[in-house]
Every structure is written in C-alpha cells, then in structure tokens.
C-alpha cells in the first residue's frame, strides 16, 4: 500500500463512525431513502440480480438494493466501513458480503456481476482509470455500470487537505460528467448521463454543484 493510500484507510476508518450522520450518507429519513430507492429501482433490474459495489463505505446503497433482493457484495478500503456495513445489515436482517480491499482491484476472484456500482468514490482514487477498466471486466456481457458522482463546489478551495498527497489524484475533488465520461466511453457499449442536481430530497437539501449519475451498458 502506498504512503497515500494508507492516510486515505485511516481517514475513512476515522470517519466511520459518524458518516451515516450525513442525510445522503445514512438515509435515515424517510424522503431521502425514498428518493435513493426510487433511483436505484430505475437503474437495476426489477429480478434479483448480482451487484458489487465499489468504495461501499457503510453500505449505504447496498442496503436498499439488498432489500429489494439483489445478491450484494460490497468492497471498501477501510475496516472500519465494513464494520458499519455488515453491522446494519445485519439490524436489517439481510445478507450481504462484504470485504476489506482495494476497489481497483475488489478481492472477489474471478467472479462477474451483472451491476458494479460506484458512489463518490472515483475522486479518491490514485489511478482511476485503473479501477474504471477493472470494472468493466467485472460485469457480465449486458451489465450495468452505474457510477455516481459529482464535482463539488467546495473542491479545491480549502485550506485543508483531504489527506497528505490528495493534491496528487487525477480526480480530487470531483470530476465532471463530461469528463468521467470521455474515459467511460472506450470501456462501454452505450452510456448516458442523468443529472442528480436538482432533485434536493437525494442530499437533504437543495445543491448548486454538478451531481450526475453515469449509466453504461456493458459490451457482449
Ligand atoms: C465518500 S465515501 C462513499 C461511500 C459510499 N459509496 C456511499 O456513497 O455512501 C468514499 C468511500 O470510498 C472508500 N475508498 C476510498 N478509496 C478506496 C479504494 N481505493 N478502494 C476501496 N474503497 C475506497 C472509503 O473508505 C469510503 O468508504
């Protein structure tokens, strides 16, 4: 593990205890888990179906997308996100796999899922482009990337650093549509781009920056 990779594991184990504190991040209310569920019901399969989500911290997504009966593995660099993940699966009495690993490499063998799914996740990554191409192996012929994220307002502004070394990710910060989209595209058979931005009951309250979901189909 890189220098950089290690103060990125220790910062989300010292966020995890309080990272579902956020509306976006725990999905406590009502509103904002009904708005997530409703997404995600629109981007996966209605059958039950295969889904590995990269970056998974406390299994926000996971949840709702188990509940509704999909098979979940769920992978994340840091110990103490999977704590939270497999803790409130198991208050939920659900199922769930979850593993401690690197996203550009998730520690799942040679296995292929007919979703990946990505949550504020690529703007951390040292090499995303890696991680992208990894992902599109892993789904089957037909699966669905589903890769949500944003450039964020605040990006780049403060005076504080994510961690030592973040000035350095390709992406810190946020990336833009646009952008994630220009190194999708050579990966996928097809992909559009729905904006998140204005739908306020996703994040708990109205944003101003660029929220987007990129939506691709899989080549076969
Ligand atoms: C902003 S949080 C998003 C968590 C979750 N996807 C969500 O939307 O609630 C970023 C997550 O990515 C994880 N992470 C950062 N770099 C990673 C990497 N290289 N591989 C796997 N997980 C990573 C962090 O530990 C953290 O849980």
Known sequence: MTETSAAITKYWDGAAASFDDEPDHGLRADHVRAAWTSLLHGWVPSHSVDVLDVGCGTGSLSLPLAAAGHRMTGVDLSARMIDQARAKFAAAGLEGNFLVGDAA??????????????????????????????????????????????????????????????????????VSAADLAAHVRPLVAELRVESLSDDPNLWGGPVTDERYALIAKAIG
């Open 105 to 174: 490499a998730p520690p799942t063998g040679d296995r292929q899922y007919d979703v990946v799914l990505s949550r504020h996740l690529v703007w951390t990554l040292p090499d995303p482009d890696v991680a992208l191409r990894e992902w599109a192996k892993r789904l089957r012929p037909g699966g669905t990337l589903i890769l949500i994220e944003g450039r964020w307002r605040e990006a780049g502004q403060s005076d504080v650093p994510y961690v030592a070394g973040a000035g350095a990710l390709p992406w810190n910060g946020g």
